[in-house]
């Protein structure tokens, strides 16, 4: 990085700190906290559109929907996260390349099982092994957004499920009196309505999020959590410009700085949503605001 | 070997009871279910036992959280901070690094670095934090008639808060607190997995999911099982907590109670 | 000469195969050194990689390094996310059940020991082991105290602060760690658990372990490989082929 770092060895006190907190794997390190907030940014809204299918599918009139809803909501809850994401990436990994191999080699002759092996012809293969490194990665993180998403998706069903039977009743009537179909009534009455009941739960739901994300590292992501373990473990001079002794105490201090700094914003942005939220509602807080307002 | 000779061989394995050595070779279902099963009497007791103290803690750390003085409410809107804002496998890793240089100062901290003792103090400490704020929210919720009332029956002080104050907000919390407990027993998978050692090949459901899945190379059958357990466990203190549900709300009208059930809410 | 012609052919049939198998995933545990870890400039190296590189030249294959996770190395090797395993894997029985391995490219080593003092009691002290590894296996089946940590790293911590009397674990890796640290010592016991090193494949991919094995047999003979050995301090050396 700087051009002193030339030979670590000969540095002492600061300077070789600033040349030690810039080699390539703390850079890579620095880099993993953008890529958990981007998981983060980007698992939220997949995980509500599973929640909100989940809840939708558990509302339905029609029986089979409806219990297929209710079923996904309840078992995925009752299972600790790190069992699913201990075998959850390679069985969605395996299952998008089936289907692959039976669209893509319909000639294809020999068993997709061998054995122990899993073997789909070249074509299927995701991504294809001619890709280039990037692909893998973005793969590999498209994979652990889809885990997390169909775990957490289970608890935002559940939350949305409530949410969605928390709203007046008399509103659907009203609705309904107006001549709206029951369609309509749902979209147009129901999820607008919904959100503000919801928010306690969805708020508490992005906090348990947040504070998965160590396991990131279960689902193939060289995440925060992965590099400060490398980082802090003892190196011998052996193997690094930069030996040093079991600092992963720093590096973790360092993480806990983090979640602790992410877990007050949250708090704070979510306060402000209730509030900008409760406007307008038939809720108790929303007719203190009307009332404050006239 | 049949399969009622492996559980009586290895279903205490977990405590150290049975057979000395694991498996090693032909690994069947049932050696996979019983260990695994043996495993859940670690969790269970985790999660039993850090839930029944962190329930006092909890009620403490709530009245610290609404109290009009700061020296009892800084400490305590803190302690739920730093327990609520950071994941448990820090808190973990923390606590072990932390025992492990009170034992150096002195003796009595051995026991500390063992899974069962020191393991439970985070998991007691992570639970009061969590149950604590949903107490605190119960507490502000309160009805005010419900106080009111108390005031004119002439109820103050410790009478007021255990015969009103204290029933209600339970009554209040009760939904979230069960998701809290769901909660905990999953988070107690996490001793082994990072925070904790297994001494002697003794460990949770998760240990000895992933030994097999170590061992048989596929994933697919151990972590099943154990989901398997889970849901079982869960189901258990729903329906646990249903019955203390019942038992809080018996006062209520028919009509009431039935509204109670279905607003239990996911908050964490 | 004869023998020459032979290796020439063999090339040529490697190439032509190479052509085929366009670009091989080399899956490591990066973790591990000597064998793989990443440098400061958080690139794979150490003995493997070197290794790995100079097959790959030598039986003429573009090949591209993966880090994945020890514990679900082996599941994601068959599911067909990468197409070999280079990271110190020793040779067991219950692995080649579900995977092949090529020929070994380093012989067996012992396990060793290391603690504060050379005269520990192992069996009526605490000995200390990384989760799932063949030494903490060993360590069990003799009876003796068991603690198991999820990384090695954590082993040797407990061994410093007194939480274990001794760390079971690769000699390879506990030599340099002994070495620069005036704490700790290496006893002069050793076990001799575990077999060689090689590097595994899918069992349905036997032309690529061919071609890897003929490669690892002619670095072996012309002794590039134990020169590689030696550069890394891995393990003993073979002798002559």
Not at chain 1, 46 to 75: E, M
Not at chain 1, 263 to 281: A, N, P, Y
Not at chain 2, 65 to 84: L, M, N, T, V, Y
Not at chain 3, 147 to 158: D, L, N, Q, R, Y
């Amino acid at each position: 990085m700087f051009e002193f770092c030339t030979d670590p060895a000969s540095l002492e006190g600061l300077s070789w700190l600033a040349c030690y907190l810039t080699t390539g794997k703390h850079m890579a390190f620095y880099a993993s906290f953008g890529t958990v907030l981007l998981l983060l940014a980007v698992i939220l809204p997949t995980s509500l559109l599973f929640g909100f299918a989940g809840a939708s599918a558990a509302r339905s009139r029609f029986w089979p929907l409806s219990i297929l809803g209710k079923t996904y909501s309840a078992i995925v809850r009752g299972v600790p996260d790190i069992a699913f994401f201990l075998f959850f990436v390679i069985a969605l990994d395996q299952a998008f390349e089936y289907v692959r191999h039976r669209a893509l080699c319909p000639d294809w002759s020999e068993p997709v099982r061998q054995g122990n092996d899993f073997v789909v012809c070249t074509a299927a293969k995701l991504p294809l092994s001619t890709s280039p490194a990037w692909m893998h990665d973005a793969y590999a993180f498209f994979l652990a957004v889809l885990t997390f998403a169909i775990v957490y998706g289970a608890f935002a069903a559940q939350v949305l499920y409530g949410a969605m039977r928390a709203v007046p009743r008399a509103q659907i009537e009203t609705a309904e009196a107006y001549g709206m179909s029951h369609a309509q009534a749902f979209w147009r009455i129901l999820v607008p309505q919904m959100w503000i009941y919801a928010l306690p739960g969805l708020g508490n739901l992005w906090m348990i999020m947040v504070k998965a994300t160590p396991l990131l590292f279960l689902l193939g992501i060289q995440d925060i959590v992965y590099w400060a373990r490398d980082l802090g473990g003892t190196k011998q001079a052996r193997f690094t410009d930069y030996p040093h002794g079991d600092w992963r105490m720093y590096y973790f201090g360092a993480l806990l700085v983090f979640y602790l700094t992410l877990t007050w914003v949250s708090e704070k942005v979510l306060d402000r949503l209730t509030r900008r939220l409760s406007h307008g509602q038939a809720t108790a807080a929303g007719e203190a605001m009307r009332r404050a307002g006239a | 070997m049949s399969c009622l000779q492996t559980i009586a061989d290895y279903g205490l394995r977990s405590i150290g009871i049975g057979e000395r050595l694991l498996p090693r070779s032909d690994f069947t279902l049932c050696q996979q279910f019983t260990l695994i099963g043996s495993g859940m009497i670690w969790n269970i007791y985790f999660g039993v036992m850090a839930l029944a103290a962190g329930f006092f803690l909890a009620t403490v750390l709530a009245l610290g959280k609404g109290s009009r003085h700061r020296i009892a409410r800084k400490p305590a809107e803190w302690f739920i901070f730093i327990f609520r804002g950071s994941p448990l496998f820090i808190q973990f890793f923390f606590a072990y690094f932390t025992f492990l240089s009170l034992k150096g100062v002195s003796p009595v901290f051995d026991p500390f670095t063992a899974a069962w003792l020191g393991a439970l103090i985070v998991l007691f400490f992570n639970t009061s934090a969590y149950t604590g704020e949903i107490f605190h929210g119960a507490l502000k919720s309160i009805p005010k008639g419900d106080l009111e009332a108390a005031d004119a029956y002439g109820l103050s002080g410790w009478a007021r808060f255990r015969r009103i104050t204290f029933p209600t907000m339970l009554r209040l919390a009760w939904p979230a607190y069960t998701n809290e407990a769901i909660f905990l027993f999953h988070a107690t998978t996490l001793v082994f997995f990072s925070g904790f050692p297994a001494w002697q090949q003794r460990g949770d459901a998760l240990y000895y999911a992933k030994f097999f899945a170590d061992k048989t190379f596929n994933p697919f059958v151990p972590y099943p099982i154990l989901a398997f357990y889970f849901i079982l466990l869960t189901l258990a203190v729903i329906a646990l907590y249903g019955f203390a549900n019942r038992y809080l709300n018996r006062h209520l009208p028919q009509e009431a109670r039935r509204r109670l059930r279905i607003r239990l809410n996911l908050i964490r | 000469m004869n023998k020459l012609i032979l290796t020439a052919a063999s090339l040529a049939l490697v190439a032509s195969t190479a052509m085929a198998q366009d670009v091989v995933r080399m899956g490591t545990e990066g973790a591990y050194p000597p064998w793989n870890y990443l440098d400061d400039d958080g690139n794979i190296a150490g003995f493997e990689r070197d290794l790995g590189d100079e097959l790959c030249a030598r039986a003429e294959l573009t090949c591209e390094w993966v880090v994945n996770d020890w514990d679900s190395i082996i599941p994601n090797l068959v599911s067909g996310n990468y197409d070999t395993i280079i990271a110190g894997m020793s040779i067991t029985p219950e692995r080649a059940e579900v995977i092949a391995f090529t020929q070994e490219y380093t012989p067996p080593d012992p396990s060793a020991y290391i603690a504060l003092t050379d005269d520990v009691d192992l069996a009526g002290g605490v000995v200390a082991a990384q989760t799932g590894t063949i030494q903490a296996a060993f360590v069990a089946d003799q009876g003796w105290t068991l603690v198991e940590f999820a990384t090695p790293e954590e082993t040797i911590s407990a061994v410093r602060s007194g939480e274990a009397d001794a760390v079971l674990a690769d000699k390879s890796y506990l030599e340099p760690i002994a070495a620069e640290d005036d704490g700790l010592v290496l006893l002069a016991r050793e076990e001799q658990i575990g077999g060689g090193v090689g590097m595994g494949l899918r069992q349905s991919d036997d032309e690529l372990r061919e071609t890897f094995d003929a490669v690892i047999g002619e670095m072996k003979c012309d002794g590039s490989l134990n020169a590689l050995i030696e550069k890394w301090d891995v393990a003993s050396t073979f002798g002559d082929c």
